[in-house]
C-alpha cells in the first residue's frame, strides 16, 4: 500500500511570447531617357534619391552598363546608408523592373531576397542581371524595390491569467 501522507508534486507552467516587428514600404526609382545613360561605363552607378524605411536611409544604384559581372545585362541594387549596429538590418525586398503604367516589365527578372546589410563593404544587395541591354528599347522604365526592415525580436515572459 502507498504513503497516505504522500503528497503530488506541485505542477508549474510558464510561457514567453516572441514579438517580432517591421516596417514596409517602397520606392520607385523611375529612369527617364535611358538612351543617353547607356554606354556611360561597366561599373558605373545613378543612384535614386534617398528614401528612409525602418528608422533605416536606403537608396536604389542602377547600373546602365551593368555591374562588371554580368556582360550586357543592366543592373540595380538597394544600399543602406549610414552605419548600423554590428548585427546589422535584416531585410526582405524584392527588385523589379516596371512599365510606366506599373506592370513588371517583359523580359526582366524580379528579385525576391532576404538579406542581413552590414556596415562598411557590403552595404547593398541586388540584381546584377535585371534585364539585358537588348531588351530596353523604350526609353522609360521604372525600378520598384519594396522593402520590409525586420526589427530585433522581443521575447517576453508571459503573465499567468
Known sequence: M??????EPMRVETSSVCTTEAATGAHNFVV??????DGMGVGEFITSSTFSVGGHDWCIRFYPDGDGRNPGY???FLCLHGDVAEKGVRVKYRLSLREKDGRV???????TATQTFKSGK?????????IHKSYLRRDCFIIRCEL??????????MLPN
Do not use: D, E
Not at 520590409?148 to 515572459?157: C, D, E, R, Y
Open 148 to 157: 520590409t526592415v525586420v526589427q530585433i525580436p522581443v521575447v517576453q515572459m
Open 2 to 7: 502507498g504513503n497516505i501522507n504522500a503528497k
Open 122 to 130: 557590403h552595404m547593398g544587395w541586388g540584381n546584377g542581371k535585371v
Open 74 to 76: 543592366v543592373g540595380a
Open 105 to 111: 516589365r517583359r523580359g526582366s527578372t524580379t528579385q
Open 32 to 37: 527617364m531617357n535611358y538612351s543617353l545613360l
